[in-house]
C-alpha cells in the first residue's frame, strides 16, 4: 500500500490522517538525517491510524471514524516518495493517545471499535536503498527506542494488536539474594 488509506486487514482498519510535523520541526529532522547522509533531500511526515474492530464498521460508523481522526492541519499529502518508515508504540504497550482515541471512539457510538492506535509514516527521499546500516541510523533518529518501535510495511502495524495472556506474577528477593538475585531473574 503506498499511500495510507482505509483497508481491512482481519480485523485492522488503516486510516490516513494529516502530516504528522510542523514544516519547523522536518527542517530540524533533514537536518539530523542529512549529518548521517548528505544526499538526503527531503522529509515527508503523516499521521496513520489503526482501529481494531470487533466486526466490520458500516458505512455510517466508518464515517464517523474518519471524521473524528481528521485532526491537526489541513495540508495536502506529501506524496509517496523516498523510503519507508513506520513509526509506532511499542506493541505490546497502550499509548495514552490510544487510551484517550478509544475512549472518544466509544462515546460517539462506535462501539465496534476495540482500539484505536496511532503511527507516524515518515518518508525519506534520497536515501539509499539497501544500505541496512544507514537504515537503521536513520531510524533511530525518527523514534525513541524505549516507547517506539520502526516497521517497513503498513501491515506490520497489526503487531500492536496482538493479545497474549498475562504472565504469572514473578518474586525476586532482593533483600535476600541482592544485585545476584536480579541478574539471575533478567536472565
Not at 39 to 49: E, N, P
Not at 84 to 94: A, C, D, E, S, Y
Request: glycine share 8%.
Amino acid at each position: 500500500m503506498t499511500t495510507p488509506s482505509a483497508a481491512l486487514a482481519s480485523r485492522v482498519l488503516t486510516l490516513a490522517g494529516a502530516p504528522a510535523l510542523s514544516g519547523f520541526r522536518v527542517q530540524r529532522l533533514l537536518a539530523r538525517l542529512q549529518a548521517l547522509h548528505a544526499g538526503i533531500t527531503a522529509v515527508h511526515t503523516q499521521f496513520v491510524h489503526f482501529a481494531e474492530v470487533s466486526e466490520a464498521l458500516d458505512e455510517a460508523s466508518l464515517q464517523v471514524l474518519e471524521r473524528l481522526l481528521q485532526y491537526g492541519p489541513r495540508r495536502a499529502a506529501e506524496g509517496d516518495a523516498g523510503e519507508f518508515f513506520l513509526v509506532v508504540p511499542r506493541p505490546g504497550t497502550l499509548s495514552p493517545w490510544s487510551s484517550k482515541a478509544t475512549d472518544i471512539a466509544r462515546n460517539c457510538g462506535l462501539t465496534a471499535v476495540s482500539r484505536l492506535e496511532r503511527g507516524i509514516v515518515y518518508r525519506i527521499e534520497g536515501l539509499p536503498a539497501g544500505d541496512a546500516a544507514l537504515r537503521a541510523a536513520v531510524a533511530a533518529e525518527l523514534h525513541d527506542r524505549m516507547v517506539e518501535r520502526v516497521f517497513d510495511s503498513l501491515d506490520a502495524a497489526e503487531q500492536l494488536f496482538t493479545h497474549a495472556p498475562p504472565r504469572p506474577l514473578n518474586h525476586i528477593d532482593i533483600q535476600g539474594g541482592g544485585r545476584e538475585e536480579l541478574v539471575r531473574a533478567n536472565r
